[in-house]
């Protein structure tokens, strides 16, 4: 839906934005647009892991370097100058929780 939004953020402007439609309650400013591309860059990697696993039964060795992957793109924004303090408070709460679940592989008996 971010995505959506985002690829059709003109669309959506002159929508909101025209008073004869009544949505200028609607209407977002240049910051919260900036928030929409944000959020739907960071979400994106999780979007693509839920539809991979959502495929069939997801096991171990297809998990792990998936959670790894999410892990460097969650380290690499906090490390971005440029990722919003929301944003940045957002991610570290998802990376505490991606790190629990990880935690929980060592228990896995592979063989």
Do not use: C
Request: hydrophobic share 40%; proline share 4%.
């Amino acid at each position: 839906m971010l995505e959506f939004a985002w690829e059709y953020k003109k669309a959506i402007d002159e929508l909101t934005k025209n008073a004869a439609n009544k949505l200028r309650d609607f209407e977002l400013t240049s910051t919260e647009w900036d928030m929409v591309r944000e959020l739907a860059t960071t979400l994106k990697p999780l979007k693509d892991a839920t539809l991979l696993f959502s495929t069939g039964s997801p096991n171990l060795p297809y998990v792990i370097p998936v959670m790894d992957r999410i892990d460097t793109l969650f380290t690499e924004a906090l490390r971005d100058t440029a990722t919003g303090t929301v944003m940045r408070t957002a991610i570290q709460s998802a990376k505490k929780t991606l790190n629990k679940y990880y935690s929980h592989t060592d228990d896995v008996e592979i063989y």
